[in-house]
């Protein structure tokens, strides 16, 4: 993570800000050392009833108090100045990772560290940032505060002399070793009692996201719910992830709870303490009564710079299990190698100008053991589509012919045989559900382009040839559209976006099925306007077969490799089965 740092752009902007905050905790602790010593005159000045000096001392507290007034402002603005950068760069940083072309694909079937990627990506980044900054700068201030008072602390503690039994003799630093002592047994029982808290508040972040999930995926299936009259059981599936929480949240509170007995046990006891460590050198006279309150004072800054780990174990242990999330979460994406080795997988290869397809076979599991039980392989062999050509492709109804999409697409490389793809420029890819981003509906329409790439008269030419020229009045309305268009609507979408773009090669996933006839008719005569583009079909519209009248490819079923006869022709070639590694 420091490397990833090292490398974001807000680098420069984080450092230079907190330069600037060690600047102004530097002057924060000078003048809080200021306002100790200020103690000794003021109190002296109680003790003798010295009216006069009172009031001066008072006027004196007024001026250093308005400076730390100022300096605490400017450190709280440079604070969350500070974590705002942090997070930017973090957050940045995890999203231009996770949408690394097909990693975010490949995580997703990656188990645990693929569910919910949204809660690493928002909440855990945010939580991250902001506590990496609050507790870094808060060791950084208790650490001068040790420093800056330490020294005072030991030279106050020289004129301590203690008398036992008739002889006198003094400790050097004796209450630096008190504040010391202290501090330290309030750590180590901290560590012991709030030992558990780190795996307990990584198991809350991933129980809270899995929640957030149930109550989104639900709310955003609610007519597909309500129409089965599911909400009861929606309703005892979402209960269970609330009991989930609940129980995560309940052995949390046990765990804070116990660690308030050290935390506030040791809080109340410094109200005393340090009173009874200086109590021996006041009553034998070696210290005034001013004397003792700055003693006291500077004590008590030790004591918190040396408590500070005492003070923020809980945040530090919710802070060590949000970085192994984050850690973990961008570990796993960069580790993700861009590509396959060709020799487990689908070759691929550059062919310009041209889709080929050789001796392609398409397993139906990145496992080897269970692709060996099933799998389809394109019967003709070799293909070449070149512009202006029409393929379709069907076959067995059992046979899953979205992997062919996929494999087309690079992101299902496990099988065998040879894909020639020409360049990535020159082709589109237009899936079954179409992805239609948040924003205005020009910046849908345009995706994955920049919505200024289109002129407003090629949009609404191609809005109304799709029969959504009602829509071109709303181009730059924000909305989320997904929401508001009807479905023949939104299966319409990938069409304009074809309209728009003119590639010379479309590869279709069954767009056509399910549409309306009337959609389906019209879609389809869409596609006659662009003649030059290469199509390949993959699904069994006749819609398409009919208008099309493409050149139709068949995909049949491989047999378990027990029971499976080959082809004569294909007897004597291997048939190597992808294993991702």
């Keep these: 993570m420091l490397q990833a740092f090292w490398a974001s752009e807000v680098r420069l902007k984080v450092l230079g800000l907190a330069s600037f905050l060690i600047f102004i905790i530097l002057a924060t602790a000078y003048m809080t050392v200021i306002l100790n010593e200020w103690n000794a005159p003021f109190f002296d000045a109680i003790q003798r009833r010295d009216l006069p000096e009172f009031f001066h001392q008072l006027e004196i507290f007024a001026l250093i108090a308005g400076i730390l007034l100022l300096l605490n402002v400017v450190q709280a603005w440079l604070n969350q100045m500070t974590a705002l950068y942090m997070r930017e760069g973090l957050t940045r940083d995890l999203v231009n990772q996770w949408l690394t072309r097909k990693r975010a694909l490949r995580l997703a079937s990656r188990g645990l560290i693929g569910i919910n990627p949204d809660q690493r990506l ?12 609050g507790l870094t700068l808060g060791l950084i201030q208790a650490t001068i505060l040790l420093v800056s008072f330490i020294g005072v602390l030991w030279d106050l503690s020289s004129g301590f002399v203690f008398h036992l039994s008739g002889h006198s003799f003094s400790i050097p630093g004796y209450m630096v070793w008190a504040a010391v002592l202290y501090a330290a047994s309030a750590s180590i029982l901290s560590r012991i009692v709030g ?30 719910i309500t129409v089965v009259g599911g909400e009861a059981s929606e309703r005892h599936r979402i209960g269970e992830s609330i009991t989930a929480v609940l129980q995560v949240m309940k052995r949390l509170a046990l765990a804070n709870t116990n660690l308030t007995w050290v935390s506030a046990g040791y809080g109340w006891a410094v109200v005393v303490v340090p009173i009874i460590v200086a109590a021996p050198a006041y ?42 999330r984050v850690t973990d979460f961008r570990q796993t994406l960069t580790d993700m190698e861009e590509e396959y080795q060709p020799e487990q997988a689908i070759a691929y290869r550059d062919t310009a100008g041209q889709l080929t397809l050789e001796r392609l076979e398409i397993a139906n599991a990145v496992d080897e053991a269970l692709a060996k039980a099933g799998g389809f392989r394109l019967v ?56 239609i981003p948040d924003g205005t509906l020009r910046e849908a329409l345009a995706f994955p382009d920049p919505a200024t790439q289109f002129a407003d008269d090629a949009l609404q030419a191609a809005l109304t040839k799709a029969g959504l020229g009602h829509l071109f009045g709303k181009l730059d309305t924000r909305a989320r559209w997904e929401k508001v268009l009807t479905t023949e609507e939104q299966k319409a979408i990938p069409f304009v976006r074809l309209l728009l773009k003119r590639p010379r090669f479309a590869v279709f996933d069954e767009v056509l099925e399910g549409m309306e006839p009337d959609w389906k008719q019209r879609m389809t005569r869409l596609l006659t306007g662009l003649p030059d583009t290469a199509m390949l079909y993959i699904g069994r519209s006749e819609t398409y077969l009919k208008i099309m009248k493409p050149r139709v490819l068949h995909l049949r079923a491989i047999e378990p490799e027990a029971g499976r006869q080959d082809d004569p022709d294909d007897r004597d070639q291997p048939r190597p089965v992808a294993k991702v590694v």
């Design 195 to 224: 030992r558990k808290l780190v795996r307990i508040n990584a198991d809350r972040s991933s129980r809270e996201a899995e929640l957030r999930f149930s109550l989104m995926h639900a709310s955003e299936s609610m007519p597909a």
């Design 122 to 133: 928002h909440e855990d980044a945010r939580t991250l940032a902001e506590s990496t900054t």
């Design 380 to 435: 003709e062999t070799p293909v070449t589509l070149l512009p202006g050509e029409r393929i379709m492709v069907n076959g067995d109804h059992h046979v899953n012919r979205k992997l062919l999409f996929q494999a087309l697409a690079g992101l299902w490389p496990c099988g065998a045989g040879t894909i020639g793809l020409p360049k990535q420029e020159e082709m589109m890819f237009l899936p079954q559900t179409a992805y």
């Design 283 to 324: 009553f034998s006279g070696g210290l005034s009564f001013g004397q003792l309150m700055m003693s006291i004072g500077a004590f008590n800054q030790v004591n918190t710079a040396l408590r500070w780990y005492v003070a923020n174990f809980g945040a530090i242990a919710e802070w060590r299990a949000t970085l192994m």
